[in-house]
């Protein structure tokens, strides 16, 4: 890599964490899903932790659930012979920081399992998305 695009990719980590901080600053009020939310997140995440390679979630379900704030769902299509995904996320979430944390924790089991082939478990392979995680002001 040159000096000036370390520079554009060192600008470009900046200006999506200053997003992300900005729209995540707000730690009192309740968030809601929205699909809209979750495409627009997952362009966002996909670009900053994946190099987009990500392709999206299948399908993706807003659906209550107990015991976790969200889940990545491998299913087997037995017309198409085919796995696919489903994203599952809370109806709302005590903040939007919330909300963006747990979407891209799921994304990170989509990328084990479509990319790299791997069980999806929480492993060194997930863990080792957590020092991405915080640049972007993100917990894992
Ligand atoms: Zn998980």
Same mark, same amino acid.
């Given at each position: 890599? +040159? /000096? @000036?695009?370390?520079?554009?990719?060192?600008?470009?980590?900046?200006? %999506?964490?200053?997003?992300?901080?900005?729209?995540?600053?707000?730690?009192?009020?309740?968030? @809601?899903?929205?699909? /809209? !939310?979750?495409?627009?997140?997952? @362009?966002?995440?996909?670009?900053?932790?994946?190099? !987009?390679?990500? &392709?999206?979630?299948? !399908? %993706?379900?807003?659906? @209550?659930? &107990?015991?976790?704030?969200?889940?990545?769902?491998? !299913?087997? $299509?037995?017309?198409?012979?085919?796995?696919?995904?489903?994203?599952?996320?809370?109806? $709302?979430?005590? &903040?939007?920081?919330?909300?963006?944390? +747990?979407?891209? #924790?799921?994304?990170? #089991?989509?990328?084990?399992?479509?990319?790299?082939?791997?069980?999806?478990?929480?492993?060194?392979?997930?863990?080792?998305?957590?020092?991405?995680?915080?640049?972007?002001?993100?917990?894992?």
């Amino acid at each position: 890599m +040159t /000096k @000036k695009e370390e520079k554009i990719k060192k600008e470009k980590i900046i200006k %999506i964490k200053k997003r992300i901080l900005k729209e995540s600053a707000n730690t009192k009020e309740n968030y @809601k899903t929205t699909f /809209k !939310d979750i495409k627009k997140y997952f @362009k966002i995440f996909n670009k900053a932790l994946f190099k !987009d390679s990500l &392709n999206p979630f299948n !399908d %993706i379900k807003i659906r @209550k659930m &107990n015991g976790c704030w969200g889940q990545c769902v491998e !299913d087997y $299509s037995l017309r198409k012979g085919t796995k696919f995904f489903c994203l599952e996320m809370q109806p $709302s979430y005590h &903040n939007k920081k919330e909300f963006l944390q +747990t979407l891209a #924790h799921e994304m990170i #089991h989509l990328w084990q399992q479509t990319i790299k082939k791997d069980s999806g478990n929480h492993n060194s392979l997930f863990y080792s998305f957590r020092p991405k995680f915080k640049k972007y002001g993100l917990h894992l």
